[in-house]
Each structure stands twice: as structure tokens, then as C-alpha cells.
């Protein structure tokens, strides 16, 4: 049965008096509360939330934009697996509700989102895969919707963001191979626009100089984050004439296809090259030998861009006086065999 019409009809009251009943008015007697309350859970009568929504300005529902292409898809250690669970603990708290709005591979991000904008179907956005320069922050800016950016982005504005340390991670593999007498020291990077690339490579550049090592662009293999991207990564090192004797991953499933690229050439990780992954993710784990790569909590990055995101909204600022701050998320390296091979010692 549908309807709060219907409704006042079955129980032969007023549709006034059933809204009132619903929504805990204090001028609705608790007997009549009561019968209304049991006939709506009877009779299967949910509100019309949308209705609601309109009258009061707001959805109640936060928006997450991912891209949705066949590489995200085929890669079942997706990132955000982890991160929604951390922001739906947030969001829960303030009775909201996460929509996760995948932009197909093949449509303009820009243009995907001022359909949900004009849609009016969220109270806020996060955005993802953030560009170098990403036309979707000014977008948002523009229409004054709330949102939070997974990564940096050098487009202009003051809005919030939460990334991952890429700087550190590359700065800290880069000063753990040369420790071991590396010089020839290879990287992957994203072969798109997205700014988590340009900052990663940075970071490599800057640490070899102080090493006092030249930078070398052909050491920069940029190919698709995915494992079919570590095994075109580990052909192309193969490639090189003075190949490198060892490789940093930006991304945690380019492991999985860089060693068996490796293997079929009969080149031994932790003995011939050392390799240093991004994240530790669950597939990644049963590789031999065992990965060294760094370590974070999705859950709990989730639940700080959660707040991020709430702390900027005039709603819930109160609740998280101390948000709203731009974050950079720490790694922790977690060491294995695989980057056990150090230039010029003994086999």
C-alpha cells in the first residue's frame, strides 16, 4: 500500500493528522501515534523522502565520483572498497547516505558531473582522481556545493583535501635503495593526467639530486596503473640498454604483472633487481619473494575524509571544529626480499 493518502483512508483519519503522527509532532496523541505508526509498518508504508528532501533544501546523501573503466573494474583490490567503508562510519553518525556515482571511461568527467550537479542528488561531492588541472573543482566552486578532492590538484581555489604522501613514499624508497648501493634506480608513473604522478616523480627527482645521482627521463616508464601496466613496465625496463637495478611501483597490483614479466626473462627479484611496490594490497601479499611496499589503513583514510568533508559543511561544522584541514596521509614501509639485492654485494 503507498501513499500517505491511502494511509489516512485505512485508518479513517486525516492525512494532517498521519503526517503529524509520522514526522513525532507533539500535538498527535500517543494512542493515535500508535495506531498510525502500526498500520504504517503493516501496510509496508515508507515515506516519500524526496519530497522531503526538496522541501527542506537537502538530500541527506553525499555524492562519491569514481571513474568506472574497465582497469577499475578488472582490479578487485579497488581502493575505494576500503576508503567507503571508513566514510559511511562518518556519515552514518549524521544519518547520511553515500551514492557512489561511477563516470563511464568513455564520458568527459566535467560534463558527467554537471549532470549529477544539475540533478540536484547530493548535498556534497568527494571527488577522485584529481587532475594536474581539474575542471571539476572550479565547477564545484562555481555552483557553491560542498565537496572534498581525494588528491591535490594545482587548479585555483581553497578547498579541501585529503592525499596520500607520495612525496614520502618516493623520497624514502628512493633513500632505502641508494642505501644499498643503487644508482641506476627506475620509476613507474601513471600514464595519465592525473596529479598523484607528477608529485611522485618530483619527489624522485629531488631525492636522487641530493644524492647527487642525475635524473634520468628514461627511467620514468609511465604505463597504466594495473597489472597489465607492471607487466608493459617490466618489458620496457627490459628494453633499456643500461637497464636499472632497480624499480619503484606507484601503483599495488603492478607488482603482480612486473614479476611475471620478470620471471619469463629469468630475471630474479631480490637477487638480480630489487623492486619496492606502493601499497600492500590483499593479492599482492602471496607473491614471492615477499613484497616490500607501504602500508596505510583505508578505513581509517576514510573516516578523516569523511570529516574533511563534513567539517566544511555549514551543518555539521560544529561537530568537527578541528577538520576541515587539508591532509597528507602518512605510509608506513613494510620490508621484504624483494628489494634485498644490493649493487655490488656477493650473490
Same mark, same amino acid.
Given at each position: ?7 489516512? !483512508?485505512?485508518?479513517? /483519519? ?22 498510525? *505508526? ?28 569514481? !571513474? ?29 547516505? *553515500? ?24 548535498? %556534497?561531492?568527494? /571527488? ?8 571539476? +573543482? ?6 557553491? /556545493?560542498? =565537496? ?7 587548479? $585555483? ?17 628512493? !633513500? ?9 634506480? $627506475? /620509476?613507474? %608513473? ?24 642525475? =635524473? ?20 620496457? *625496463?627490459?628494453?633499456? !640498454?643500461?637497464?636499472?637495478? %632497480?624499480?619503484?611501483? +606507484?601503483?599495488? *597490483?603492478? &607488482? ?12 630474479? +627479484? ?33 573516516? &578523516? ?22 591532509? +597528507? ?11 634485498? =639485492? ?6
Amino acid at each position: 500500500m503507498k501513499g500517505i493518502r491511502l494511509l489516512a !483512508e485505512h485508518l479513517d /483519519i486525516s492525512i494532517g493528522t498521519v503526517s503529524r503522527a509520522l514526522n513525532g509532532k507533539p500535538d498527535v496523541n500517543e494512542e493515535t501515534r500508535r495506531r498510525v *505508526l502500526a498500520a504504517a509498518a503493516e501496510l509496508g508504508y515508507v515515506a516519500n523522502q524526496s519530497g522531503r528532501s526538496l522541501r527542506q533544501g537537502e538530500t541527506k546523501v553525499i555524492g562519491l565520483m569514481i !571513474e568506472s573503466s574497465q582497469e577499475a573494474v578488472e582490479n578487485a583490490d579497488n581502493f575505494f572498497l576500503g576508503v567507503t567503508s571508513g566514510l559511511q562510519h562518518v556519515f552514518a553518525r549524521h544519518k547520511l547516505d *553515500l551514492l557512489m556515482l561511477p563516470c563511464p571511461a568513455g564520458e568527459d568527467p566535467c560534463e558527467y558531473l554537471k549532470r549529477m550537479v544539475a540533478r540536484r542528488l547530493v548535498d %556534497a561531492m568527494i /571527488i577522485s582522481n584529481t587532475q594536474r588541472m581539474d575542471r571539476r +573543482i572550479d565547477l564545484l566552486s562555481r555552483a557553491k /556545493i560542498p =565537496f572534498a578532492a581525494v588528491g591535490r590538484s594545482r587548479s $585555483a581555489g581553497n578547498y579541501p583535501w585529503v592525499d596520500l604522501d607520495f612525496e614520502g613514499v618516493a623520497e624514502r624508497a628512493v !633513500e632505502r635503495l641508494v642505501a644499498r648501493g643503487h644508482r641506476r634506480i $627506475a /620509476i613507474t %608513473a601513471p600514464s595519465s593526467e592525473v596529479n598523484l604522478g607528477y608529485v611522485f616523480v618530483e619527489s624522485y627527482r629531488r631525492t636522487l639530486e641530493r644524492y647527487g645521482i642525475p =635524473f634520468d627521463p628514461s627511467l620514468v616508464i609511465r604505463v597504466k596503473s594495473s597489472e597489465q601496466g607492471g607487466y608493459q613496465a617490466a618489458h620496457e *625496463l627490459l628494453q633499456l !640498454e643500461d637497464r636499472p637495478t %632497480a624499480v619503484i611501483l +606507484i601503483y599495488e *597490483l603492478m &607488482a603482480i604483472g612486473l614479476y611475471r614479466r620478470l620471471m619469463e626473462a629469468g630475471i630474479r +627479484i631480490g637477487r638480480d633487481l630489487a623492486v619496492i611496490g606502493f601499497r600492500d594490497a590483499p593479492r599482492a601479499r602471496f607473491l614471492q619473494p615477499s613484497l616490500s611496499c607501504f602500508r596505510m589503513s583505508l578505513y581509517d583514510l576514510g573516516i &578523516a575524509l569523511g570529516q574533511t568533508l563534513l567539517a566544511n559543511m555549514p551543518a555539521y561544522r560544529a561537530f568537527y571544529p578541528d577538520g576541515g584541514h587539508n591532509i +597528507i596521509w602518512p605510509l608506513e614501509l613494510v620490508p621484504g626480499e624483494s628489494d634485498a =639485492f644490493e649493487v655490488g654485494a656477493s650473490v
